[in-house]
């Protein structure tokens, strides 16, 4: 009932807008849909104690990584915990992030580069979703290994280490850029609580990004703000055959990935950071 009270009163006001201004109101009225949640949502449907007060100790960290924080809000709660949202200047997210990386274990919580205002599931079903998931990789579509790459390029030495790089934050972004903070200390969970990139099902794409994990220490950095996902690998393949499959994988996850499978493999060689993008 205050979900519908709710959509009702949004409804509303996004019709008395659009009234007021029919040039460009699209992104005005998209505001007040923002607006309008984050500052009545709490009102028609209050979250529980249990989720302010985690509210308020990831909010403490936040303030400890990140002296220039702005918009500390919540914007989102499953059972019991918090979902935290904030912003800080560009340049200062790469330092921002990694410091609250390093609390994931103690505060069990994980950075994401992105705005995530989402109603969540319970922790507990996010947790079995993922306990549960397989990394098939058959779901996301054939994996063409009968392809074979070209054996001059697999043969020949990989010369230099890649490159280490923080995820790109798109220009789009603007110069406060938000983190949202999910309680979850294993960033390849994050799908689970929002399920954001809906060409995949949230379990099977669990699934992939805990592969990515284990084999190649790839943590989840960005998801979503413009359309990307982005990771980065702390151990990147160091050999052309292994970057070569792993670039298979990336194709059949994205396949608006553009370049043959061997550029995008030295690519995977010569770079930590991962990137997907989807319209």
Not at 164 to 169: L, T
């Amino acid at each position: 009932t205050r979900d519908a009270e709710l959509d009702a009163l949004v409804g509303h006001a996004l019709e008395s807008a659009m009234s007021i201004s029919r040039s460009g109101g699209y992104a005005f009225t998209t505001f007040l849909d923002w607006w309008v949640r984050k500052h009545l949502a709490n009102l028609i449907n209050p979250p529980p104690a249990s989720v302010v007060a985690d509210q308020e100790r990831v909010a403490e960290a936040i303030r400890e990584a990140a002296l220039d924080a702005t918009e500390i809000s919540l914007s989102g709660w499953t059972d019991d915990r918090a979902l935290v949202r904030f912003r800080v200047p560009k340049k200062r997210v790469p330092v921002v992030w990694r410091k609250l990386r390093k609390l994931n274990e103690r505060l069990d919580i994980w950075p994401i580069v992105g705005d995530h205002a989402v109603k969540t599931a319970s922790s507990a079903v996010c947790a079995t979703l993922s306990a549960s998931a397989t990394a098939d990789l058959s779901h996301f579509g054939p994996l063409s290994y009968e392809e074979k790459a070209d054996e001059k390029w697999l043969l020949s030495p990989v010369t230099s280490p890649p490159k280490k790089r923080f995820v790109r934050v798109p220009k789009s972004a603007g110069d406060l850029v938000a983190i949202t903070v999910f309680p979850t200390s294993r960033g390849h969970e994050v799908p689970a609580f929002d399920p954001w990139l809906e060409r995949w099902p949230p379990e099977k794409v669990v699934a992939l990004f805990r592969r990515w994990s284990e084999v190649y220490g790839a943590e989840l950095c960005m998801f979503g703000l413009g359309g990307a996902i982005e990771l980065v690998a702390k151990r990147p393949p160091i050999t052309r055959a292994d970057a070569y499959a792993l670039a298979q994988e990336h194709r059949v996850f994205n396949s608006e990935i553009e370049p043959p499978t061997e550029a995008l493999a030295d690519r995977l060689l010569a770079d930590t950071r991962w990137a997907f993008w989807f319209d």
